[in-house]
């Protein structure tokens, strides 16, 4: 660690910051086309910037990232994708939505990485595209949508992962769309709403914290607060598309014999048996993966998991550490770094010196977004803004409450990170606008 250099990077990384967000608010927002033209800018220039990093880091494909590309050239080839019960595949039987999009992808562009890579850049730019959207729909001031736009495309630790085959950047994309969809308040707009959230709810399945929040918003912001149950049973007619389609994909997936499990999760213990453990602090570690020898029946080893699952609660409530122990998986999910640089293995072509450069620049975009939305939040009571904020806002509750539970790691913020930043862009403003006024005032010529 060099404490001269990162100072000097946090200088010139938040006068770069403010002079950008200075320009961005001057431009005048009265004029739509204007506004295109300055969204379409940004977005040109995140898509530049996104090519030249998959383009700079290495192809090498690790983790679980490693794994779907590996496997799905045979999706459509071989009868499964699993070669037992304790198969990655067999037990996260959920992922093979996901596994099935790289399989479409490489049959339409070839057994070539960079099509995926290329495509997460794409869905990137569109979740910008919504961020700025969803921003509008909720402030209506279009200069708060563009520094939310600038705060999520600088932040490194959010898009570096696209170089990898990684489900969150599409899981996102279709997510925030269906919330927009959801604000739109029209029977054609719920009905899209159930398809894309069906469309998240197979390629990334965090879809139990979605519909949580979904619920909740439906049933207290919609139906109590407002007294419209009509609205209500709007996004329940959503909800029952989802439930429908979702089944329906279950049930294929099972008669294609591509997974027999469908889209089920046949090892639920693991995640809270690792989210669980305090000597990690709940996040993964390989003690606890060698814990498990997947080449025994997955019967025993469930008897092994919901064993230690007993035994790690048994510690927390003998040593009273619940309270410590979510405050630090708590810190591990919102102020680590995310670790997505290191899953580029760009250490493999860059040097020591700039690959600590890169990962310090990634994780204070990540510093930047989280303290303007902090700023932002404390803004909020003194701001006018749609009740559709809620509709970002329970998900991401959920999100928090289910995390303190299951396996944390930083990178599992990912495809939180735009709704943070629709705060952090209203912090963003209010910052602005100190700094403005403690400008000395122009005189006025005689």
Not at 47 to 76: C, E, Y
Not at 133 to 155: P, T
């Amino acid at each position: 660690m060099n404490p001269i250099r990162n100072f000097i990077l946090i200088i010139v990384s938040l006068a770069l910051l403010f002079i950008t967000g200075f320009v961005l608010a001057k431009i005048k927002t009265e004029d739509q086309k204007i506004n295109r033209i300055v969204l379409g800018a940004l977005l040109l220039i995140f898509i530049i910037v996104g090519t030249v990093w998959i383009l700079k880091v290495p192809n090498q494909q690790t983790s679980d990232f490693g794994n779907f590309w590996s496997r799905a050239p045979v999706v459509f080839t071989e009868r499964r994708i699993y070669s037992s019960p304790t198969d990655y595949f067999a037990k996260y039987a959920y992922q093979t939505g996901f596994i099935i999009y790289v399989a479409s992808v490489i049959k339409i562009f070839g057994f070539n990485i960079f099509a995926i890579q290329f495509l997460n850049v794409i869905y990137q730019a569109l979740i910008l595209l919504f961020t700025y959207l969803l921003v509008n729909k909720i402030f209506k001031k279009v200069v708060v949508a563009r520094l939310s736009v600038l705060l999520l495309m600088i932040d490194l630790d959010w898009f570096a992962l696209n170089s990898q085959t990684d489900n969150q950047y599409l899981g996102s994309l279709l997510y925030l769309i269906t919330f927009y969809l959801l604000m739109n308040d029209k029977i054609w707009s719920y009905i899209l709403a159930g398809i894309t959230l069906t469309g998240g709810c197979l390629v990334r399945p965090i879809g139990p914290v979605i519909i949580a929040g979904i619920v909740v918003f439906a049933i207290f912001y919609i139906w109590f607060t407002n007294n419209n149950y009509k609205a209500a049973l709007k996004v329940v007619l959503s909800l029952l598309i989802y439930f429908v389609l979702f089944a329906v994909a279950g049930w294929g997936i099972k008669a294609s014999g591509i997974n027999e499990y469908g889209l089920s999760n046949t090892d639920q213990e693991w995640k809270f048996m690792v989210g669980l453990h305090y000597q990690s602090n709940g996040t993964y570690s390989n003690d606890m993966n060698n814990f498990i020898d997947d080449s025994k029946p997955r019967e025993t080893t469930r008897r092994i998991e919901k064993a230690q699952i007993k035994k790690e609660i048994k510690y927390l409530n003998d040593n009273n550490l619940w309270l410590k122990f979510f405050f630090n998986k708590n810190q591990l999910l919102w102020s680590t770094p995310t670790m997505a640089t290191d899953f580029t293995s760009y250490n493999l072509n860059h040097s020591p010196t700039t690959v600590k450069i890169i990962d310090f620049l990634a994780y204070l975009g990540s510093i930047f977004l989280i303290i303007f939305s902090w700023i932002g939040s404390l803004k909020l009571f003194k701001t006018k803004f749609s009740k559709n904020l809620y509709l970002l806002i329970l998900p991401l509750m959920a999100f928090v409450v289910v995390q303190l539970l299951i396996e944390v790691q930083g990178r599992y913020r990912i495809e939180f990170l735009p709704i943070i930043a629709v705060i952090g862009g209203l912090g963003f403003a209010q910052v602005l606008n100190w700094f403005k006024y403690l400008l000395p005032k122009s005189k006025k010529a005689n």
